[in-house]
């Protein structure tokens, strides 16, 4: 049996304000194309299937669509809910869906029952063990302790007694959660509890492979648990990894291989610094012009206009950053006395003292018009 494992979607999601369903299409119609290039079984996906509880119509419909292409090719499809999406409404018509050949999974019910698929070999078991919310799972199954290892500890409890009544049955968990050993990136949501929001490796012991979600980075915890991490890059932190799937191979004796797929860049993304002037002028810098970019600005003074005139080179340049040589703006002092003084020269002082420089005529006639703008607003009242 051929499995597909990927995880962290987060469709619906925009990457500083830049929408990113086109790029979330792109990379899901290559994981198609995967699917049937790859003859594959069963395609596992680990949660954080949308960005929020209640995602935008646009990447529901994505949704709708990817999943009709999976069982197009012939492949079933196991799914559990991430921390970013509702339990509850993921939970809807999950019967109904079922028939289909495509089997969500979200409520605490489910977990240690298994949605069996056969190959040539025999059975397999696939266990899936959504995000669970330690406290709420605390109270539906009455345990004793709090915390992302109790619940999740619980569950494969389950897992392990409903597979013990199934004699030479391979078995495959779904899990989102947060493996110590793991690397977060800078756009995972903060799932800790107490203080505990890992759970460790030897909990999933016992299973032929585990399929995790959660962490944005592709990681092999061990031969048999892994990390798909997410299909694009969703922080500037992930500007180094290589995003993609795991196409793993089971056997009669269990797993047999694994191998990563890698996915396509629709828009890469860098990190950059230097002088405005030379990031605007030197050859070096070329080979940017196409990314998402986060900028860091060394000028020892704070350039006027800096992401207007960025983006006449870099025109996908999202973040701008400063870190002055031989300081920070912010460790200079105010000490200018505001009492007593009119609003322009307040402005104007702090557009000297924020960027190191004086403020240009432009400046001073958009801080003009602005004090005018305010004084006619309050003699309105």
Do not use: C
């Not at 990927?6 to 792109?26: I, P, V, Y």
């Not at 996906?45 to 009709?68: C, E, I, S």
């Not at 619980?154 to 947060?178: Q, W």
């Amino acid at each position: 049996m051929r499995l597909l494992h990927t995880s962290d979607w987060h469709l619906g999601r925009s990457f500083h304000r830049e929408n990113l369903l086109d790029a979330q299409t792109t990379v899901l119609d290559h994981l198609v194309d995967t699917i049937r290039a790859e003859r594959i079984d069963v395609v596992v996906v680990a949660g954080d299937l949308y960005d929020r509880a209640l995602p935008p119509v646009d990447a529901v419909r994505l949704f709708d669509r990817v999943l009709a292409r999976i069982r197009a090719t012939g492949a079933r499809a196991v799914l559990i809910s991430g921390n970013h999406d509702s339990m509850a409404r993921m939970s809807f018509a999950t019967e109904l869906i079922d028939a289909s050949g495509v089997h969500l999974r979200s409520a605490l019910d489910g977990v240690g029952t298994p949605v069996i698929v056969d190959d040539d070999h025999g059975p397999v078991a696939f266990y899936s063990i959504p995000y669970l919310e330690p406290e709420i799972a605390r109270h539906h199954w009455g345990l004793a302790e709090r915390g992302h290892p109790a619940a999740i500890g619980h569950a494969m409890e389950l897992v392990r007694a409903d597979l013990a009544e199934r004699p030479h049955t391979r078995s495959v968990v779904l899990s989102h959660a947060f493996v110590t050993g793991g690397q977060p990136s800078d756009s995972e949501r903060d799932i800790s509890v107490g203080g505990a929001s890992h759970v460790p490796l030897s909990i999933y012991d016992g299973v032929d492979y585990t399929a995790l979600g959660h962490l944005h980075g592709r990681q092999t915890l061990s031969p048999s648990v892994r990390y798909s991490g997410s299909p694009l890059a969703y922080s500037f932190s992930e500007e180094h990894q290589v995003k993609g799937y795991w196409v793993v191979e089971l056997d009669a004796g269990g797993l047999a291989g694994v191998e990563f797929v890698q996915a396509p860049v629709p828009r890469p993304l860098a990190r950059i610094r230097g002088r405005i002037e030379d990031l605007l002028t030197q050859p070096e810098w070329e080979h940017h012009t196409d990314h998402w970019l986060q900028i860091t600005l060394t000028d020892p003074r704070r350039p006027a206009r800096p992401m207007e005139r960025l983006r006449t080179r870099f025109p996908h340049a999202l973040l701008l950053e400063f870190d002055p040589e031989g300081g920070s703006f912010q460790q200079r002092p105010v000490t200018a006395r505001v009492a007593g003084r009119d609003e322009r020269s307040v402005v104007a002082d702090f557009v000297e003292w924020a960027r190191g420089a004086p403020a240009g005529p432009e400046e001073r006639t958009l801080i003009d018009t602005a004090v005018e703008q305010v004084r006619l607003q309050e003699g309105g009242r």
